[in-house]
């Protein structure tokens, strides 16, 4: 790990607060920068993603996918925790704290909609993001891709039953053209650019080489494109931030527990048993960060720009790059206690 990474979460420290301060004094260029949008995807965020993600889809060869298969258990555990436990773990954090403990110190009309907001955000598992968490400790790339796209073809029949199961609603309006958009944007296309960069390289002469040597340039590429995230971000929600710290930190409280908890059971459950290290890191991070694209348009669909729905989906938003990078150090630093378990291979 290269010093860049090794103080990742320190950069990232930096990041948010020079985005909240870029985001105070030059309001009217964020706010700019915020409408450049198609079906409530911000564009140049997404640009940011694809710098992100397409230095780890290079590494992927895609004839290796069939491989995955040996990974069917924790393939197994991560559909567990995504959809069998994160939703309702989540709904039952957010009426506790957010119906109950928290109670009188948030705005009595806005209980319900926080609750919505963040049981919304918990039915949408991480797309593309998850290829960044995936890199940073160095997880198996295959199993992450396939496990990704295994999860959106999921979305597609399960997010509107279980949000409207959650919250009683007798009918969600997905924005559809977000998720289909979305997927299009940050899986799809940024693949097939990978893909085609990938076989281009290899079929020069020295053509690994030149691969190599291409993610090796890349990499730092990569990481500046999540720290230039950060900056918009908290410049895009640093008014708000500031207008209201105490609802935000509030509505962070059972995020935060739905993270670790979710991630610590993937990560547990795939100990038990025995997937390697390299699938267990992925699965609990896939576990654990969310698809707030499409959480956020969904909460504004349904309750309103304004509504304490929305404002729960951009806390997850702004909180979820800070908390994964402590959720990546904890799996990377408890490699060697996991592959101590018999029958775990050390091997990548």
Same mark, same amino acid.
């Not at 399960?158 to 997905?174: D, K, M, N, T, W």
């Given at each position: 790990m290269n010093l860049f990474e090794r103080y990742l979460t320190l950069w990232v420290g930096i990041c948010i607060v020079v985005g909240i301060g870029l985001g105070q004094l030059f309001p009217e260029l964020f706010q700019f920068v915020g409408r450049i949008e198609i079906a409530h995807i911000n564009l140049p965020v997404a640009v940011l993603v694809w710098l992100m993600i397409i230095p780890m889809l290079i590494k992927i060869d895609l004839r290796q996918l069939k491989g995955v298969r040996e990974h069917w258990r924790g393939v197994g555990v991560t559909l567990f925790v995504n959809w069998g436990v994160k939703p309702f773990s989540m709904a039952l954090l957010a009426w506790f704290f957010i119906g109950f403990v928290f109670r009188e110190y948030l705005p009595a009309e806005q209980i319900d909609s926080y609750i919505a907001g963040l049981v919304i955000l918990a039915a949408a598992p991480c797309t593309a993001m998850v290829f960044v968490w995936s890199n940073l400790m160095r997880g198996e790339p295959h199993f992450t891709l396939s496990q990704v796209a295994l999860?959106?073809?999921?979305?597609?029949?399960?997010?509107?039953?279980?949000?409207?199961?959650?919250?009683?609603?007798?009918?969600?309006?997905?924005p559809w053209d977000t998720l289909i958009l979305s997927v299009l944007l940050y899986i799809v296309v940024p693949l097939i650019i990978?893909?085609?960069?990938?076989?281009?390289?290899?079929?020069?002469?020295?053509?690994?080489?030149?691969?190599?040597?291409?993610?090796?340039?890349?990499?730092?590429?990569?990481?500046?494109?999540?720290? /230039? &995230?950060?900056?918009? +971000? @908290? !410049? $895009?929600?640093?008014?708000?931030?500031? =207008?209201?710290?105490?609802i935000i930190a509030i509505l962070a409280v059972p995020i935060l527990i739905q993270v670790f908890f979710n991630s610590g059971l993937a990560y547990l459950l795939n100990r038990q048993v025995r997937s390697p290290h390299c699938v267990a890191g992925p699965s609990?991070?896939?576990?654990?960060?969310?698809?707030?694209?499409?959480?956020? /348009? &969904?909460?504004?669909? +349904? @309750? !309103? $720009?304004?509504?304490?729905?929305?404002? =729960?989906?951009?806390?997850?938003?702004?909180?979820?790059?800070?908390?994964?990078?402590?959720?990546?150090r904890v799996v990377n630093n408890t490699r060697d206690w996991y592959e101590r378990r018999e029958g775990i291979s050390a091997e990548i």
């Open positions: 999860n959106d073809v999921i979305m597609v029949f399960a997010f509107a039953p279980i949000v409207a199961l959650l919250l009683g609603l007798s009918e969600i309006h997905i990978a893909s085609l960069w990938r076989r281009h390289l290899l079929a020069r002469d020295n053509g690994e080489a030149r691969l190599q040597e291409v993610i090796a340039r890349l990499g730092p590429i990569s990481l500046v494109a999540l720290l /230039a &995230t950060l900056v918009l +971000l @908290f !410049g $895009f929600q640093g008014k708000q931030i500031i =207008a209201e710290p105490l609990a991070l896939i576990g654990a960060s969310n698809f707030f694209e499409l959480a956020v /348009a &969904t909460a504004i669909a +349904l @309750f !309103g $720009f304004e509504s304490g729905a929305a404002l =729960a989906t951009v806390v997850g938003v702004l909180i979820e790059v800070p908390v994964m990078l402590i959720a990546v």
